[in-house]
């Protein structure tokens, strides 16, 4: 029985920390691969806000070349705390239901930060993958007040 349960345990401990290997510091990322600040790169500014009861980035659209290097000037010019998150529409959900059990948690990735209330950080990305992807605030509320946008990899 004892066997069971040290089995059992040692098996949750694995599957948690797996997990929070693929939410956090996985070297794989399904919108391309961190950039390389001695490389050219597209400044693309982005600014966060809220306001009448929506949330929004703006610019919320953004077309790339495959291969292409963007350095993201991100500015949060709102009240509220946000980030961005850059992954498939499909993580970003499901990492958003992880954000719901802990909404405190921070973000200092390479595809994603946490901004305080007037806060600018700087983020290099090279997108070696073609197809659509979602950057997103995650913070619980957010995506759903419309904190998200688009890039389209071509």
Not at 10 to 22: D, Q, R, S, T, V
Not at 65 to 78: C, D, P, S, T
Not at 81 to 90: D, G, I, R, W, Y
């Amino acid at each position: 029985m004892r066997t069971i349960l040290k089995g059992a345990l040692a098996g949750l401990l694995a599957f948690g920390f797996a997990h929070a290997a693929l939410a956090h510091g996985s070297k794989t990322y399904s919108a391309g691969e961190p950039g390389n600040p001695k490389q050219k790169a597209r400044i693309v500014e982005i600014t966060m806000n809220e306001g009448d009861g929506t949330m929004s980035y703006a610019p919320d659209k953004l077309d790339v070349k495959r291969g292409e290097q963007i350095k993201f000037v991100l500015k949060n010019a709102g009240a509220l705390k946000h980030e961005f998150m850059l992954a498939t529409v499909k993580e970003n959900a499901e990492h958003g239901k992880v954000m719901e059990k802990f909404p405190n948690m921070e973000h200092d990735d390479p595809n994603g930060k946490s901004l305080e209330p007037g806060q600018n950080v700087q983020m290099i990305w090279k997108f070696s993958k073609r197809g659509t992807f979602e950057f997103a605030c995650l913070i619980p509320g957010h995506h759903q007040a419309g904190m998200h946008g688009t890039v389209v990899v071509k």
